[in-house]
């Protein structure tokens, strides 16, 4: 168990009349409690607040009239991960996949895993089933792409990644699930916080199906996996944007930030460690 | 109110051990009620059936050995559409997209509306709000794709079709909810069954979001929308496909069929009314 | 006739040994005579220059060691084009297109004109065949586009103009000639110098071939054609790069300039009038 | 020292009045002397015969009316290329690259060089320089694609390749001329008759300039390098289809042969021969 304390700020230049959707909170789930939270937006609006079901999803959305709006967001939480020994941890099989998860061994936007079936499994078919193939995957994606803030942007896809061999946490996440998925392994896109990354941002990473469960991986290997909080999950990062805006409004200033409480007693660092929290 | 019955056989070379998923069962829902069916393997196999929750999906998957696989449905269904004077229907505001079909908004395998969104409010940013603009959308797509089976295949997104100008009733789907979602109008992709298509087959259009409910349109127009049954919903074709292959398994033959009772009544085909299912 | 005086001024950080080929020395031809020219390397290099056989590309190529290095070239020139009246302007039959201008007939890396066949032909397929041919597609592409600095980069192709709607001068020019090719009009891409460009900067426009000849035209209509200076033509922007680096040099600033002399008379603007200097 | 007997016979249902342009006779060059050759058209047309310049490529042009059409090539070659020990062929440095061959470092349609630049030099940057370096590029995409007929089309690119790994000898080809142009080695496709291919067939392969010349490759190892003869050369396939149609002709036929002559003693196969007939 520990306890994580995460924020942000955000300023926009607002220009007209625009629908801003936020997907910035915590999700509220039983191994990611809620201890404290507060979302404030300057100037005072009403602002909705909405759920996504069974993910635990959240989402807040606000008609902004113009102006220069700040939304600030903190919140405490309790993370009482499930761990395992990677070992002891097996992937499902194809008939076992529950109805919920089939989605996720769909190719989407940004993970075109239809295409990247055969290289999928040319490299990674033929090796021990299990968490470790999936990890193998992850080593692979970090091996081979470098990390290039600005070489990407808001439509590169897995295959766009797989071509170029450069990007940032979020296309890290969309080849490595492509990968996933075209070996049959349910993956999907997790957005959230991440303790001590640097530079300090919202952070990519994802989560496969095993065993049952989702088990968290950070491809980027930017973040330890005991300190991710995630905000949200979905198909690929397209279903995760942290702000959505019909009409016109203009980010000035975005800072993020995400510390262990003083008191936590993290998990250590530990490749054979496999963490669930979904 | 009407009645249709609908039907399949399919036949497969199953040559491994294979997971087969089909998606070929009607959706039971308030407006399209199952008044008999029947769905036989032979061999008898112990097939599993999967439900997907609030949008009426449904499915089964079966574990088969090595053998010949015949597969045969039939259904009979008590169609009772809302209908509606199209110019009556108006958009839905931005802010008011219920939480559960945000998703629809969001860009899929096959519909790149991110890609899209420039293309689509230069073309049709400007029409007058409402039904017609969806149907405006789904007339264009009509008229600029050249209808063409075999000219594409199951990778083909809405961005190729809008570059060749060809293509099957998946294909006209994918372009159409594509520019439906670049104008920020929720559409989604419906596989099912229609009466009198030619050649028969099953059939793939689509439904957009409108004053709160979701709306049947046809871009490819060879069907009558009050001759349709809806099998499921999905962002795109990926997630309707009626069959899912794990393993080794050739489809070797098909057929599906469509017809309206002798006692229904089906609607008369208007193009003033609009229809809804969901 | 009229005169017109080019130049351009880059500089350049130039970090290790640096192999540097420059395209930007107006080319020599009948149409198109180079009064006076100078080409500065500061610090002093030894520069080879190059010569591209029949459509009289030049290029200056130097091996430069790690230095600030400014390169300035100014060259008056007198431009005598071909003029014709539009209207007289035929196509050229495709049994009579000469051999070396058939290459300009295949698709090139930023001119799919294989996958824009179909779009080409319904598009433009009826029209009246002729120098009005092109010029309708060159407006169309003008009106299609929005101009938008930034929006596209060095990798991207007519196909993508097609998608996104949205471009500079190059992408004006790609989208064009690939059109042209679809429905089988021999284009190709020029890059050169043009008087009154805003902002200043290097110019890309086409060439069709019709009637025997080349023909100038500019998608973008950011100049007037009589007040274009080619440097050099190729398939597309691929292969008239301002500057091609091998090895690590960075362009610290660029200026480039064009204006008509005093004493010229230059033609005056007129739709009819069909300009060839090739 | 050896002579090839080539020949193939082309059937087409011309449907209307068009344009045909094969692509089919052997080069004439130093290396690859014309000793006969017989071209028939069944029945007679007025052909035109082209000659592309440097390169030695050659084309055939007939305005064909409506008919069964039968094209029948046969030619005797006499190969005499020039042989070197593969250790002993260097790299051209970059500033030594001859003006004409320069356009062959730059993408083309089918050869993304500019998008996969950084996978190529991450693959293969650190390897020692020279015809060793080639050889390992072929070598990878020999082992990295699943030659499978009918995966791709006409339209696959490198790129494609590079995702879905399978493909035919034209896909082998460019990849490989991507990867060496990515890393500055100047590439090119070459189409050709290849002795022993099986299935029989038009063939594709690619030529690397290092130390002054053009040297063979096959990045399909389904060919000997000394029974390979050349049609022609261009940037991709897209310069050498062995036939272009303008109008409507469908090829209902096609055969294809090579062989050596019992008298010729052909080199024996080496991988340490490197092998220049340009």
Redesign the interface.
Known sequence: MSTIMIGNELNYDVRQPT?L?FKISAANTPHQKLISEELHFNPRLQV?A????SEGNR?H???VQPCKLQISYKATIEMTPEVAHSTDVKEAA??QIP??V??YL????Y??S???G??AF?EFGNLALGFQRVQAICDWVNQFI?YTPGATN??TTA?DV?????GVCRDYAHLAISLCRGI?IPARYVSGYAVNLNPPDFHGFIEAFLDGRWFLFDPSKLSQLNGLVRIGTG?DA??VAFATI?GNAILTQKSVWASHSNDSAPLPPDIQTAISTA
Do not use: Q
């Not at 909405?50 to 079901?53: I, P, R, S």
């Not at 769909?106 to 936007?109: A, D, E, I, K, Y």
């Not at 797989?162 to 450069?166: D, K």
């Open positions: 629908v959707l909705e909405l759920d996504f079901g989402a959305r606000a008609l194809s008939a109805a919920d089939l989605p769909n190719p989407s936007r993970c075109e239809d295409l990247l055969r290289f040319e470098d808001a439509t295959a797989l071509l170029m061999r450069t049959g198909r397209a279903d019909n």
